[in-house]
């Protein structure tokens, strides 16, 4: 497997992305900064991001390429993204998704009512509209790995 890497180009964020069928019309240069990918550094075919808040952040944007899908990439993505915020402070991670909340239930996040979500979480583009509001908001509080 590849090494996962920090800081993909804009351009190939969104070429994956869009691949995928996600959304990334609030992406930008500076979101990536915290983000992560996997493979080559022109068309990566795993993508993390984080947008951090203090002790919590928004796991956004995990995909995976078609072709390597059920290899642990994503999981290995999301492990790493949980280090990543854990070693910038935050406690709690926020995630809105449409397609993969088994998924990410399975990686020990619950779903959480929308109303209990923190202001800074709130106010970013993909909660407040980008994402339907029948999407499963999920949580999940980080703890350091032993």
Known sequence: MSVIRPRPSLAAA???LA???LLDGDLTD???EHFFYWGPANAPTGLVGLELFGDVALLRSLAVSADVRSSGMGTALVR???SYGLSQGVRT???LTTTAEGFFTR???ASVAREVAPPAIRSTREFAGLCPASSAFM???LQERP
Do not use: R
């Open 14 to 16: 969104k070429a994956l």
């Open 80 to 82: 790493h993204a949980e």
């Open 19 to 21: 691949a995928c069928n």
């Open 93 to 95: 991670l926020y995630l």
């Open 107 to 109: 990686l020990g996040y």
């Open 30 to 32: 500076s979101h990536c």
């Open 139 to 141: 949580s999940k509080q």
